[in-house]
C-alpha cells in the first residue's frame, strides 16, 4: 500500500480528531502534512490504512498514541526574540516592575522552548535577581520535553543579541558544534508543563502580569478562539497584557481588552 495516499474520508476523521481535542481547525491544505507525520505511526503498528490508525486511536485502549498523535500533528516551528517589538514592551514592563510583586509572565503555546527562554533572558537582564518567573506550557508532551533540555540549532538564535548569547547560553563544542545550550540558571527559572487551552485551566496555574499567546489562534476558528481567549483572560492581571501574533487578530473580542499597539493588548485595570 502507498501509505502516503490519504483519502479524503480519512484525512476529515484526523480534522475531527484535532478540532474535538485541541480546537485546532486543519484546512485542507495540510492533508499532506497529516498524511506525512502519521505514516510512520502506520508504519510502526503494521497497519494497512489511515482508518485503521484513526480506529486504533479511538478505541480507547490507546491513550499513549493518542498524545504521540496529537504531538505529531500540532508541532510548530519557531525561534528566538520572535516579533522582535514584543520584548521591547516586556522590557519597558520589567523595568516598571522593580521592587513590586513577583513579575509573573506566561508563554501559553511555548512549542519548543524559544519563545519563554527569550523571555527569561529579558527578565533576568533587567530584574536580575529580583522576584520573577516564567511559565511555559503548550498541548504537546514532546515538544515540551524538547524544551526542557534548552538544547537548540544555532539558526535559531539568529535574533539572540549577542550580549545575551554570552550571558545566558553557552555554545556547543566539537561533536555539538553548531548549537547552543540555554544556561541552566536561566532554565531553571522556566516552570514548563502541559495544558489544553481547549478545556479547563489548571487551578493552580496562578495568575500573570504578561501573556503571550502568540502563533496559535490561526488554527482556531471564531468560536473557539473566544473561548480560548476569555480563559486566558481569567489568569491575566487586571492592567496585564496580552501579546498575539502580527498576523492574528482579535477584533470580535474588543469588549474584554484594549488595543496598545497592533498584535498588543491590555486588559482593563
Given at each position: ?128 535577581n529580583a522576584p520573577w518567573d516564567v511559565t511555559a506550557s503548550d498541548i504537546s508532551t514532546r515538544v ?126
Amino acid at each position: 500500500m502507498d501509505q502516503s495516499a490519504i483519502s479524503q474520508a480519512e484525512f476529515a476523521h484526523f480534522q475531527r480528531f484535532i478540532y474535538d481535542i485541541a480546537g485546532i481547525t486543519m484546512s485542507d491544505s495540510k492533508k499532506a502534512l497529516v498524511s506525512g507525520r502519521l505514516a510512520k505511526r502506520l508504519q510502526h503498528f503494521d497497519l494497512p490504512s489511515y482508518d485503521a490508525y484513526f480506529r486504533l486511536l479511538t478505541d480507547g485502549a490507546h491513550k499513549d498514541e493518542v498524545q504521540l498523535a496529537v504531538d505529531l500533528l500540532t508541532t510548530n516551528e519557531t525561534y528566538f526574540f520572535r516579533e522582535a517589538r514584543h520584548f521591547d514592551l516586556l522590557r519597558e514592563e520589567a523595568a516598571g516592575a522593580r521592587g513590586k510583586a513577583p513579575l509573573r509572565v506566561w508563554s501559553a503555546a511555548c512549542s519548543s522552548g524559544e519563545e519563554p527562554y527569550s523571555i527569561a533572558m529579558v527578565l533576568a537582564d533587567v530584574l536580575g535577581n529580583a522576584p520573577w518567573d516564567v511559565t511555559a506550557s503548550d498541548i504537546s508532551t514532546r515538544v515540551l520535553q524538547r524544551a526542557r533540555t534548552g538544547h537548540y540549532p544555532m539558526e535559531r538564535a539568529s535574533h539572540v543579541p549577542n550580549d545575551y548569547l554570552r550571558r545566558f547560553c553557552m555554545k556547543g563544542v566539537r561533536e555539538q558544534t553548531g548549537t547552543l545550550l540555554v544556561a541552566r540558571p536561566l532554565r531553571e527559572r522556566v516552570t514548563f508543563r502541559q495544558v489544553n487551552l481547549n478545556t479547563a485551566l489548571p487551578g493552580d496555574l496562578g495568575t500573570f502580569d504578561v501573556v503571550f499567546l502568540r502563533n496559535v489562534m490561526i488554527y482556531f476558528n471564531g468560536e473557539t478562539k473566544r473561548q480560548v481567549v476569555t480563559r486566558i483572560l481569567t489568569r491575566l492581571k487586571p492592567g496585564g497584557y496580552l501579546f498575539i501574533g502580527h498576523s492574528e487578530s482579535l477584533q470580535d473580542l474588543g469588549d474584554m481588552l484594549r488595543p496598545v499597539t497592533p498584535s498588543v493588548y491590555r486588559k482593563p485595570a
